[in-house]
């Protein structure tokens, strides 16, 4: 009898701070939703997000893929604000001017 052993699956160590952050996300989903009208059962048949799955993004749930995250994000229309990220990289540009300063 052949058995397949499953491994546990693993989740990012996430720091209580960086929770709060999922948290706000959560939060912030949750206002955009009710702003819009559109209810956990509309987000789940347009998305095909579990509505267990969509409760946990509601909830800044850090086991949540970023997937799931960006088709709620995409189902509200913000999706494009994922491309603000690290879109103006101010200490990323004082440590490559440093270096480039450095090189004379």
Same mark, same amino acid.
């Given at each position: 009898?052949?058995?397949?052993?499953?491994?546990?699956k693993?989740?990012? #160590?996430?720091?209580? $701070?960086?929770?709060k #952050?999922?948290s706000? =996300?959560?939060? @912030?989903?949750?206002?955009?939703? $009710?702003?819009?009208?559109v209810?956990?059962?509309?987000?789940?048949?347009?998305?095909?997000?579990?509505?267990?799955t =969509?409760?946990k993004? =509601? $909830?800044? &749930?850090?086991?949540?893929? =970023?997937?799931?995250? #960006?088709? #709620?994000?995409?189902?509200?229309? !913000?999706?494009? &604000?994922?491309?603000?990220?690290?879109? &103006?990289?101010?200490?990323?540009?004082? !440590?490559? &001017?440093?270096?480039?300063? @450095? $090189?004379?």
């Amino acid at each position: 009898m052949n058995t397949i052993e499953s491994k546990p699956k693993r989740s990012a #160590v996430i720091f209580p $701070k960086h929770k709060k #952050v999922l948290s706000i =996300l959560g939060e @912030n989903l949750t206002l955009a939703m $009710k702003r819009r009208g559109v209810t956990q059962e509309m987000m789940h048949s347009r998305t095909g997000i579990s509505k267990p799955t =969509l409760r946990k993004i =509601l $909830k800044g &749930d850090p086991s949540v893929s =970023l997937g799931h995250y #960006v088709n #709620v994000l995409a189902s509200l229309g !913000l999706v494009d &604000d994922l491309t603000k990220i690290a879109f &103006d990289d101010e200490l990323g540009r004082k !440590l490559q &001017d440093i270096k480039l300063m @450095n $090189k004379k």
